[in-house]
Every structure is written in C-alpha cells, then in structure tokens.
C-alpha cells in the first residue's frame, strides 16, 4: 500500500505539474463541451447535465491514455525503467499507483467541465440523486485506472506506446458512450461497450442524474473492473517476464 | 535558389528522419485512423443531437485532418529535434533556420492534405457524399492551401518549441479552438460573432467553407482559395519574426537542448 501511495503521488506530483496533462485534462473537455453546447443546444437540464459530466470523463479517458503511455515512455526515456522493474517491490504496484494518479486527473477534469457549463455558459445543470452520482463517477474512475494499467502493460511490451494511445482514443469514447449516448450507437457497438467497465458507470451517471436506480450499472461496473484489474495484473507479470527474456524493456 | 536548396533538403531529411519510418505500418494506420475515428464519433454525437447530417461532420473533420497532420506534424518535428539532441545544432549551424525549418513544413503540408482527400473519398463512397470526380481538382486546390495554412500555422508555434519546452500543449489548445471555431463541427453560422472572428484569422476555415460550398453543388469563386492562402502568409510571415524571436531568446538562455 506504501509502494502504491508512493507511486500515486510522485505520479500526480509530475503531472499536476506538466502544462501538456492539465491541457488535455482541462482543455480538452472544455472543447468537446463547448461543441457539444452547440450540438445539444435547447435540449432539457437533465440532458445537458449529463453532456457535461460526459465530457468531464472524456477528459479523464485522454488523461488515463496519455497518462499511462506517458509514464512508462518517460521511465523508459530517462532510463529509470529498468530499475523500477528490476527492484524487488512489485512493478504491478507501482503501475497501479501511476494509473491511478491518472485517473485522479480525471477528477479535475469533471470538475473543470462543471465549473465551465454553469459559470461560462450559464447553464442550469441538475442532478437527481448527488450520493449516487458521486459513487459512479468514482466507479468510473476506479475503471479508468484499471484500463491504465492494461495499457502500460502494453506499453511495456511495445515502443509505440505514443501511436498506440493515439489510436484508443475516440474507440472508447464512442463504446463507452461517454458524450455520444450509448442508445444512439449501432447495436454491434452498444455490445462492444459493454465489456467496459466505464460504459456501464456512465449508465449509472445518467441513472443518478436523472433519479433512476444506478445500483446495477454500478455493480456491473465494480465487477468488471475488479476482472479488468486482475487481467491487468497477469498482462503485466506476462509482459514484463517476455521483455526481461527478449532484452527490451530499456529499448526506445 | 540555394534557400531553395536548403528548404528541400531539409524537409527530405526530416521526414525521413523523424516521421516514425522504422515502423510504417503503423505510421499510416494512425495518420488515417484517427481522422476516420473523429469522423465517425462527430457523426454520431450529431444524429444524437439531431443536428446537422454525417456528411457536415464528414467534411468538417476530414479537411481539419490536414490540420492534424500539417500543423501537429510540423510541432511533432521540431519538439523531436529537441528530444533527440539536434536542435541545438541546427540553431549553432550557419544554415539559413527559416529555410530549414520552412522545409520541414512542406512534407507535413502534402500528408495532410493527402489524409484529407482519402477521408473525402472514402467518406463520399460510404455516405454517398455529392463530392463528383469533376469537383475533385477544385478539392484538391482547397485541401491544398488548407494543407500549406496549418503548416504555417505549426511553423509559427514551432516557434514556440526553441524556446519552451512543453510545446504540445500549445499545440493541442490550438487544435481544439480550430475544432470549435472553423466551423469544422458546428456550422460557422452558429458560432458568436467573437468565435467567427477568431475563426476567420485561422487556417481551415476558408477552405472548409469552400469545400461546403463545392459538396452543395454551389460553384466555388477564388475567395476560399484567396483568402486560406492569405491567411497561410500571414502566419508564414508571423512563423518567421517568431523564429527569429525565440531563437534568439532560446540562445540568449541557453535551453535548446533542455527536454
């Protein structure tokens, strides 16, 4: 737990501090709002409060990505890869605590969209039942870092780590349904989403937001992320055992 | 001519230097990719709204490809010459920078107008897009001078680069205020009039209207030309001072090479 603390905040300490990670987690979801703004434009309270926290997680999607490709990219540039893998505490550990530091950048992005709706736009946002609210987006949450450690996994694996986040960016906006409603996909994508655990918190974002019972959307969520993390977990043992035989893990 | 010289051999070199070539595959996936992905979540976030058709959200996000791929690239190039130790030698070279640096521009100019055009083609077969084989030299034209603005565009925040180290993210504010204020993915009309102003003095939003104009069966005047390839010059004019300006201050420092 110590290693994981450790990890978390050196991890939030480096891109609190990082002016590129506060633009794609402040920035970013403020663009997709505005346009959304534009798009949604006239729709109920109830359907712009959920734009709006839709694209506060869009922000935290893009964080989580970058963020996870980015830590190890930058272990592995400055050289400090190696030993964080070769000491004897857990890679896994640490890994989840720099996922983890992503995902609470999440927070400030849903934060940053909030503030932006209501003080910049004047819009009236209403949420139904803010406890449950405050448990899903925290589920979401919990899910993004979950992803964050499948994808530096990957990227201990790969070099194109950078490429690689470029392409997984807009696939989980649109299967998570995160801004677009996941009603309005096709049914093959709609299925897809599903296997995320952040698509069935963003269910229960909605239900909260609009006074439904998120309980099940919730659960789903908590399961398939606890699956998600123990995926997560043996990606990263398998990855980090197949670079240490191949000799590649310091290669960029 | 030996400017000129100076400008080609740049660009050849940097591209085939910095632009990912040890792995192509993927390279050209995500230069295609990624446009497509951002098509198709627009499209999609607009029938959910009920605004506009696929097709708005087609043309807008397939000519801001070029921006993607002109402007980012361009950063992506110079930001990459910081990373790997070769700025600093760049900067102490007697060679012209403005050239080199312009040269660097025009490889990044002629892949995004490329992704452009593949991402109008293919959306026009798949939405049955009114884009005729006889509209398609007046697209090019377009995407075009769309392709050399936002490789201005990237040249002038290149600028940036000497200079500050965290260029991205200038890079990445830029891109979002051309995703809201060309007109790319809400109609240009809807924008206020403080977000049309700032729109009419980036790249793309010229082009684009004129590329709406040519998918409306509308012919298309010199305007759309004129006016993208004088707002390109505007931000070449502006990408040079600024060159100069950051190059100085970059020396003056002594951070050319700090990462």
């Not at chain 1, 949450?141 to 960016?169: H, I, P």
């Not at chain 2, 709204?49 to 110079?78: C, E, H, K, W």
């Not at chain 2, 082009?207 to 004129?226: D, I, Q, S, T």
């Amino acid at each position: 737990m110590r290693l994981f603390l450790a990890a978390w905040r050196l991890q939030l300490r480096l891109l609190s501090r990082s002016p590129f990670f506060l633009g794609l987690t402040v920035l970013q979801p403020l663009a997709f709002a505005t346009i959304a703004f534009f798009v949604f434009r006239g729709a109920p309270a109830e359907q712009t409060t959920i734009v709006v926290l839709g694209a506060g997680l869009l922000g935290a999607w893009s964080g989580t990505l970058y963020g996870a490709a980015e830590s190890i990219f930058m272990q592995r540039f400055t050289g400090t890869l190696e030993p964080i893998v070769a000491a004897p505490s857990s890679f896994v550990t640490t890994a989840y605590g720099f996922a983890a530091a992503t995902a609470s950048l999440g927070a400030y992005a849903i934060a940053a969209t909030w503030i932006w709706a209501t003080a910049v736009f004047g819009l009236r946002l209403e949420v139904a039942s803010p406890g449950w609210l405050a448990a899903s987006l925290l589920s979401a949450l919990v899910g993004l870092s979950v992803l964050g450690v499948v994808l530096a996994a990957l990227y201990v694996l790969t070099r194109q780590a950078m490429t690689l986040s470029n392409l997984l960016e807009y696939p989980v906006w649109i299967l998570a349904g995160v801004l677009v409603p996941a009603a309005a996909l096709p049914e093959p994508l709609r299925v897809a989403g599903r296997v995320l655990a952040l698509s069935w918190s963003v269910d229960a974002i909605e239900r909260s937001a609009r006074g439904e019972s998120p309980v099940v959307p919730l659960l789903m969520s908590v399961l398939l992320a606890a699956l998600t993390a123990v995926g997560a977990w043996w990606m990263m043992r398998r990855f980090e055992f197949a670079v240490r035989v191949r000799g590649t893990l310091s290669l960029r | 001519m030996s400017v000129l010289r100076l400008a080609a051999v740049s660009g050849w070199l940097g591209f085939r230097a910095l632009f990912a070539w040890n792995t192509p595959g993927l390279f050209f996936i995500s230069l295609l990719a990624v446009p497509l992905l951002q098509i198709t979540f627009f499209a999609l976030l607009g029938a959910a709204a009920g605004y506009q058709d696929p097709t708005f959200f087609l043309i807008g996000n397939a000519v801001l490809a070029s921006a993607m791929a002109g402007m980012v690239g361009m950063i992506t190039v110079i930001a990459d010459e910081r990373r790997f130790g070769t700025l600093a030698h760049i900067v102490a070279s007697p060679a012209v920078r403005a050239a080199v640096f312009a040269g660097r521009a025009a490889p990044s100019a002629l892949l995004g107008t490329a992704v452009s055009l593949l991402c109008l083609l293919l959306g026009a077969v798949v939405l049955s897009a009114p884009i005729g084989w006889a509209d398609v030299p007046a697209l090019i034209g377009l995407l075009l001078a769309a392709g050399f603005a936002c490789s201005c565009l990237g040249l002038a925040l290149s600028a940036f680069g000497l200079a500050y180290r965290e260029v991205f993210s200038v890079a990445n504010a830029v891109y979002l205020t051309l995703l809201i204020c060309t007109g790319a993915n809400v109609a240009f009309g809807d924008l206020p009039g403080w977000l049309k102003a700032v729109g009419r003095g980036l790249p793309l939003t010229h082009a684009l209207a004129g590329v709406r104009e040519l998918a409306a069966g509308a012919p298309v005047g010199a305007a759309p030309f004129a006016f993208e390839f004088l707002v390109g010059f505007a931000w070449l004019a502006a990408a040079l001072a600024m060159l100069r300006v950051f190059e100085h201050m970059a020396v003056r420092r002594g951070t050319t090479d700090l990462y």
